[in-house]
């Protein structure tokens, strides 16, 4: 239709597909490739205006409980969204209904935002989200832009283009990761209030209180697909490990444009093994052609097989990345 699609999941015996505003269950026999019958309503009326609209999908190892993220409507809820030295609403308005991962019965017809459950707050957009073999939940935050735009007294463009960072959530209930009354700052190695809300770049102030993520990375890289790699194909060093596919930046100029790239976090005992640890797993997206870049990575699976899937909506190809052995060579 013309909805949009934004998240799928799948399950046994069926398949969830989210637009904007509702997710939908199509039927599905198992070895087919195509649903069967019309699609059943699990939720409806979903908050679907303003920057961030798409509504990603995880569902638990059970089949029974489908998260869905809830983007902010704004950039960092100013009284005059993306504004010069507007200030911050506060308390702000959006984390009573979005800006947070929200938890459905993946079983039951037409629900809304008032009758889920919200599972997490202070989220600013949690395009990549995914579980844990453990089953824990975890999510990519896309950070806030236009520190330098609207706070000029505070930022310089370097600054502006570096900051703040993106990051990868390990999310449980009920956390609160601080949007939008804080940013990572990948330089401090920790969040600092925004300047919205009174901070000058070093003010940690409420922030405090919130949840650091597990793993913060260059900013505006746009952290969109999640995966976690439970497969067999792949070396012993990537089972359990996140893949994040990076969707590449917009706005880091006077910097050279960055991100376009597939990351692996490796893990140990089910948390990240080391401090912001991560490695560049499949790179040269990255190509201009005068319209802008012909590569964009989006979203990651990890197939029957073992082999990772890597989509392209740039170039709208699905690349497969397959270990042969030998020399460490994919």
């Known amino acids: ?47 679907s205006d303003g920057n961030h609209t798409a509504k990603n ?55 809304s935002e008032a009758t889920g459950t919200r599972y997490a707050t202070g989220i600013r957009n949690a395009v990549g989200l995914a579980l844990a073999p453990d089953g824990r939940v975890w999510a990519t935050q896309h950070g806030r832009d236009q520190l330098g735009q609207n706070w000029p007294k505070l930022f310089n463009d370097e600054q502006n283009a570096e900051k703040p960072s993106e990051e990868l959530l390990q999310v449980n209930v009920g956390d609160d990761f601080g949007w939008p009354y804080c940013y990572h700052d990948l330089e401090l190695g920790h969040l600092v209030l925004a300047p919205e ?8 102030g409420r922030c405090a209180q919130k949840k650091e993520p597990a793993v913060a990375f260059p900013g505006h890289w746009a952290p969109n697909g ?22 590449g930046s917009w706005n880091r100029a006077p910097l050279p444009q960055a991100g376009y790239r597939v990351v692996f976090v490796p893990f140990k005992d089910g948390k990240p093994d080391g401090e912001n640890t991560f490695e560049t797993f ?7 052609n005068g319209a802008g870049p012909q590569h964009r990575p989006v979203g990651v699976a990890v197939g029957p097989d073992g082999s990772l899937y890597i989509t392209d909506d740039a170039a709208g190809r699905i690349w497969r990345v397959m270990y042969k052995g030998g020399n460490g060579r994919h």
């Open 1 to 47: 239709g013309t909805a949009g699609g934004t998240g799928i999941a799948l399950s046994v015996g069926g398949v969830y597909f989210a637009t904007r505003s509702t997710v939908l269950r199509y039927p599905m026999h198992a070895g087919q490739l195509t649903p069967i019958g019309e699609p059943q309503v699990i939720a409806r009326d979903l908050p």
């Open 57 to 111: 999908l995880a569902l638990s190892a059970d089949g029974k409980t489908l998260f869905v993220n809830f983007g902010s409507a704004t950039n960092s809820c100013q009284v005059v969204d993306r504004t010069l030295e507007s200030p911050g609403r506060d308390p702000c308005p959006e984390l009573a209904y979005r800006s947070g991962i929200w938890r459905f019965d993946a079983g039951r017809a037409n629900q």
């Open 197 to 204: 809300y009174g901070g000058d770049g070093k003010q940690v």
């Open 226 to 247: 999640l995966t976690f790699y439970a497969g067999t194909q792949f070396p012993a060093r990537y089972r359990g490990g996140a893949f994040i596919a990076f969707h």
């Open 282 to 288: 499949a790179d040269g997206f990255w190509h201009e």
